[in-house]
């Protein structure tokens, strides 16, 4: 089973700045399948990258995702007041698809 | 327009049962895996047991084997998770999720393109 660790735990940033959120596999991703969500509070979580670096639907482009292997990063290049939220990767390249413990992304 | 709609929750006591229901609309389930998901309060995601396109594979976490049962009505496009023997450890808010498929392709992968809005399940004495 693939253990996911995400790091860091909390990142504190302000609105237009960039926030670079790391997540790390306990081994290899098979093909790099690994995808990023993003949940605010009280909804559920909204797709944000999967295959590691493509965007979702509807995703602007100031997110972009990048890595391979066992070490992934989700770039958020300028902050906007709505980015500020919790981030979970997850990794479908072996069952179980595990995600990760997130990271806050707060102000 | 893809929707999923859980409902179901409530809370219940320890040893008790609930049967939590998603109304999938904009799509027909039957055709996708289909996930339930569940959060505990302050905590991280979590899977809790898939049904395949055509009902014909189901898969349970260790967490919930033998006490929870997925199970989907083609006519209602709607999915269900049977919660039994409910333990203070299951209180969590449930998510109805689509795992991606690409229709035109046959395309499959373990990533979860929509989410319901969640439903809360609590367990306690």
């Known amino acids: 089973e693939i253990v996911m660790t995400q790091s860091p735990a909390t990142l504190p940033l302000s609105p237009g700045e960039r926030a670079t959120l790391s997540c790390r596999a306990s081994?290899?991703?098979?093909?790099?399948?690994l995808a990023w969500y993003q949940q605010k509070p009280g909804q559920a979580p909204r797709l944000l990258i999967y295959?590691?670096?493509r965007r979702a639907t509807g995703i602007p482009d100031r997110f972009s995702g990048s890595g391979s292997g066992t070490d992934f990063t989700l770039s958020i290049s300028r902050l906007e007041p709505d980015d500020f939220a919790v981030y979970y990767c997850?990794?479908?390249?072996?069952?179980?698809?595990?995600f990760g413990p997130g990271t806050k992304v707060e102000i | 327009q893809v929707q999923l709609v859980e409902s179901g929750g409530g809370v219940v006591k320890p040893g008790g049962s609930l049967r939590l229901s998603c109304v999938a609309s904009?799509?027909?389930?039957?055709?996708?895996?289909m996930t339930w998901m569940r959060q505990a309060p302050g905590k991280g995601l979590e899977w809790v047991s898939y049904?395949?396109?055509?009902?014909?594979?189901?898969n349970y976490a260790d967490s919930v084997k033998g006490r929870f049962s997925i199970s989907r009505d083609k006519s209602k496009n709607s999915l269900y998770l049977q919660m039994n023997s409910l333990r203070v450890d299951d209180t969590a808010v449930y998510f109805c999720?689509?795992?991606?498929?690409?229709?035109?392709?046959?395309?499959?992968?373990?990533?979860?393109?929509?989410w319901g809005q969640g439903v809360l399940v609590t367990v306690s004495s």
């Open positions: 081994q290899s991703v098979d093909n790099n399948y």
């Open positions: 904009g799509f027909t389930s039957n055709d996708y895996y």
């Open positions: 999720t689509r795992r991606y498929y690409d229709l035109l392709t046959g395309h499959s992968r373990a990533y979860f393109d929509y």
């Open positions: 049904i395949s396109g055509g009902s014909t594979y189901t």
């Open positions: 997850q990794q479908y390249g072996s069952f179980p698809y595990n």
């Open positions: 295959d590691a670096f």
